[in-house]
Each structure stands twice: as structure tokens, then as C-alpha cells.
């Protein structure tokens, strides 16, 4: 049984979806957007699996990121202020700095 597939059978999947947030971010710093691709597209599976709106939205920022860093400024923007007012309506406030950053650039 593969790691991720252990933790899906514990009740795991929010500690999973974090480290695929943490490990996609790590990539694109890097600038291996390819792989930072991967852990996005899973990190989407698994808040769809779980139907979880604060990780669905997560996972749209980084879609976004990742389109403003490899060429597609203009789709990303909207993308960003879409998932920027769906995370306030969550009430959580972890993403709040960086996309009152895009504000700025906006």
C-alpha cells in the first residue's frame, strides 16, 4: 500500500492536501512548475474526493499562480480575484497576504 493510499485509509487526506500545497509551492520556487502541476492536480482530486471548499480553493490559486508564472498573466488574474473573494467567504484568512499581493499588481 503506497504512502498517499495509507493516508486515505486513516482519514489522513487534509494533512495530504496540505503537503501537496507545500510541495507544490516548493516546486514552483524552484521553477519546476511540471511537477508542481502534478501535486496541484492531486491536491484538486482529493478536494473534490472530500468535497472541501477551502482546498478547491487553494488548489484554484495555485492554478492560477502557475498560469501568471508560465505565460498567461491575463487568465490568471481573474482566476486569483475569484479564488481571493471565495477564500473570504470562508472566513479563513492563511492566503490573505499573498493575494492582496496580486491585488497590487492588478
Known amino acids: 500500500m503506497s504512502d498517499d493510499s495509507q493516508e486515505r485509509a486513516i482519514g489522513h487526506t487534509a494533512s495530504s492536501m496540505y503537503a501537496l500545497a507545500m510541495a507544490d509551492l516548493t516546486h514552483m520556487l524552484c521553477g519546476n512548475y511540471v511537477a508542481g502541476g502534478e501535486c496541484r492536480r492531486e491536491l484538486a482530486a482529493l478536494a473534490d474526493e472530500k468535497v472541501s471548499l477551502y482546498w478547491k480553493i487553494v488548489e484554484q490559486s495555485i492554478e492560477a499562480r502557475h498560469l501568471a508564472l508560465t505565460g498567461d498573466p491575463a487568465k490568471a488574474l481573474p482566476m486569483l480575484i475569484a479564488a481571493r473573494n471565495a477564500f473570504r467567504s470562508t472566513g479563513a484568512n492563511y ?5 492582496n499581493q496580486f491585488e497590487r499588481i492588478g
Open 95 to 99: 492566503l490573505v497576504a499573498g493575494f
